[in-house]
């Protein structure tokens, strides 16, 4: 099983910069996918960023170039680093787990999640 906990959302001035942090607990050595996820308010919820199992990091054509993915395997933390923000990018973000392979196409990744956060909010304007 999966506990993960997200915080550090708040309000910023468009240009500004959050970090997001997700505290990772997990109760067995099995392999997982960490993914960043948004939701607006009235919006599906998207994929915005993952980590996979392997280290390596994909980004959402929405962000890239602007949000950076990290971790600290110390502290079992992993972070968003969400630089040059748009009001485009408000939402309740979320980290998820996904246990088994991620799909090929992460835009659709949202449905596979096993475990997800309680959500941290994010209000640019």
């Known amino acids: 099983h999966v506990q993960l906990v997200e915080s550090g959302g708040g309000s910023v001035q468009a240009g500004g910069s959050l970090r997001l942090s997700c505290a990772v607990s997990v109760s067995s050595a099995n392999d997982y996918c960490l993914g960043w996820f948004r939701q607006a308010s009235g919006k599906e919820r998207e994929w915005v960023g993952s980590l996979d199992s392997d280290g390596r990091i994909n980004y959402a054509d929405s962000v890239k170039g602007r949000f950076t993915i990290s971790k600290d395997n110390r502290k079992n933390m992993v972070y968003l680093q969400m630089n040059s923000l748009i009001p485009e990018d408000t939402a309740m973000y979320y980290c998820?787990?996904?246990?088994?392979?991620?799909?090929?196409?992460?835009?659709?990744?949202?449905?596979?999640?096993?475990?997800w956060g309680q959500g941290t909010q994010v209000t640019v304007s």
């Open positions: 998820g787990v996904d246990t088994g392979a991620p799909p090929e196409d992460l835009d659709s990744w949202v449905q596979w999640i096993d475990s």
